[in-house]
């Protein structure tokens, strides 16, 4: 049972009490008792989208999609859900988390609220002062939360040996985050997935043998010619030729919003476009994954 209690109740299934969730390879967040928990969540004190310009730079069709009840183009934000199903599950108890692409506060948060030693890293030094005046004490357990800011190409280097590895890293430039150079939001894709590769190199080397990665990514369209990036087998590969096998592939179904609004203009005027409802959480190991699951079992 998780910290919040389970998100189903326990009567309907076993598995429910034991994992949160069944370990199934979907994980739908438009059902009820998600979204009820994500408000437990939130409730805590999360503001995950604070730290980022409200100008920030999307795209024209990303700042259409993602217009909230006030019209007002909406900042992404983390589920934490996302972050406790991962944690509980791959990651050893009072393990250390290692993120490269920290963004805003919620892996961290949630990481630090189940007694995970959390070490992110973004490039903003606004996300993380924001990150880091998040910290209070119904946002902590027994560790807090550590973000540092830089170019994690270099950051990597100070990075601890880490229990697990994970991260959301930017969609290419579907949101561009800022004009700095060493952004990597702001490169063409060839560009972009050079200094990709290079980071989740660096990362895998941070991460101890017989140990889980998990990767939240989706393939995305590029703005100009239309096509779609292999964005998750490029990050399969990466992690491939990082030492890092391709373990569980994990469906993770996102609330439709304003997507059926959108549907006949995308599909028909797009030239037979689909609205993405879908994003993938990729697990990875890194060396025998029967021992790896002995640490996550094991009492710290």
């Not at 890293?169 to 990709?196: M, R």
């Not at 369209?221 to 096509?227: E, Q, S």
Request: some cysteine; hydrophobic content about 35%.
């Amino acid at each position: 049972m998780g910290l919040l209690g389970p998100i189903t109740p326990a009567s309907r299934s076993v598995l429910h009490d034991k994992f949160l969730i069944p370990p199934f390879s979907v994980w739908n967040t438009r059902e009820g008792e998600w979204q009820a928990r994500k408000r437990k969540w939130r409730a805590l004190g999360m503001r995950s989208e604070e730290g980022r310009e409200d100008n920030m730079t999307f795209s024209a069709k990303l700042n259409e999609y993602r217009k909230g009840p006030s019209g007002v183009a909406q900042t992404s934000v983390f589920d934490p859900n996302v972050c406790e199903l991962c944690y509980k599950w791959f990651a050893p108890p009072e393990g250390v988390i290692v993120d490269p692409f920290a963004g805003g506060s919620v892996r961290g948060i949630v990481a630090s609220v189940m007694d995970f030693k959390y070490w992110g890293n973004d490039l903003s030094a606004k996300q993380i002062t924001a990150n880091i005046e998040q910290i209070n004490e119904i946002t902590t357990g027994k560790y807090k939360p550590k973000w540092h800011q830089g170019d994690s190409l270099v950051k990597m280097a100070e990075a601890p040996k880490a229990d697990f590895l994970f991260s959301c890293p930017p969609y290419g430039d579907l949101e561009v985050y800022s004009d700095a150079p060493e952004d990597i939001s702001n490169k063409e894709y060839d560009e972009f997935l050079v200094t990709y590769r290079e980071i989740i190199r660096l990362a895998a080397q941070k991460l101890k043998n017989n140990r889980f990665a998990g990767w939240v990514v989706a393939n995305f369209r590029d703005k100009n010619t239309g096509r779609i990036h292999d964005f998750v087998g490029d990050t399969i590969r990466a992690f491939e030729d990082a030492g890092c096998f391709f373990y569980n592939d994990i469906i993770l179904v996102n609330c439709a919003g304003t997507a059926p609004l959108r549907a006949n203009n995308t599909f028909i005027r797009g030239n037979r476009k689909v609205v993405k409802l879908h994003q993938n959480v990729l697990i990875f190991c890194k060396g025998d994954p029967k021992r790896a699951q002995e640490r996550i079992t094991k009492k710290p």
